[in-house]
C-alpha cells in the first residue's frame, strides 16, 4: 500500500524559510512517473506548485520560481520542497502528489503553512 506523509510546515515569518518533507512508502518515489507539491488556499482551488519528474527534471509556478526549490532524497525514500523568502500569500495546505501511468494519483494528507507577523 503506497501512503505520502508531509511534515515540516508551521508559523513563519514573511521573508523566513521553511522545508516540507513527503515521505513515502510502499513504492520508491524514483518509481512515480513525476511527483510534485500543491497548494491549497482558504476559499481557493488546489494550485500547483512544483514537480519533479522520474529522470529528475523540475518546473515550478511561476509565483514560486526563484524561491522553492524541489528534491529527493533515494535513501531516506522523501521528496523536499524547500521554501526560501516565503511570503503571507504562500499560506496555505500543502500536498504531496505521486504520478503513476494508468492509476489514480496518489496524495497525502497535507501539512498546514502559515506566513505571518
Known amino acids: 500500500q503506497v501512503q505520502l506523509v508531509e511534515s515540516g510546515g508551521g508559523l513563519v515569518q514573511p521573508g523566513g524559510s521553511l522545508r516540507l518533507s513527503c515521505a513515502a512508502s510502499g513504492r520508491s518515489i524514483f518509481s512515480f512517473n513525476a511527483m510534485g507539491w500543491y497548494r491549497q488556499a482558504p476559499g481557493a482551488q488546489r494550485e500547483f506548485v512544483a514537480a519533479?519528474?522520474?529522470?529528475?527534471?523540475?518546473n515550478y509556478a511561476d509565483s514560486v520560481k526563484g524561491r522553492f526549490t524541489i528534491s529527493r532524497d533515494s535513501a531516506k525514500n522523501t521528496l523536499y520542497l524547500q521554501m526560501n523568502s516565503l511570503k503571507p500569500e504562500d499560506t496555505a495546505v500543502y500536498y504531496c502528489?505521486?504520478?503513476?501511468?494508468?492509476?489514480?494519483?496518489?496524495w497525502g494528507q497535507g501539512t498546514q503553512v502559515t506566513v505571518s507577523s
Open positions: 519533479v519528474s522520474s529522470v529528475g527534471s523540475s
Open positions: 502528489k505521486g504520478a503513476i501511468p494508468f492509476a489514480s494519483d496518489y
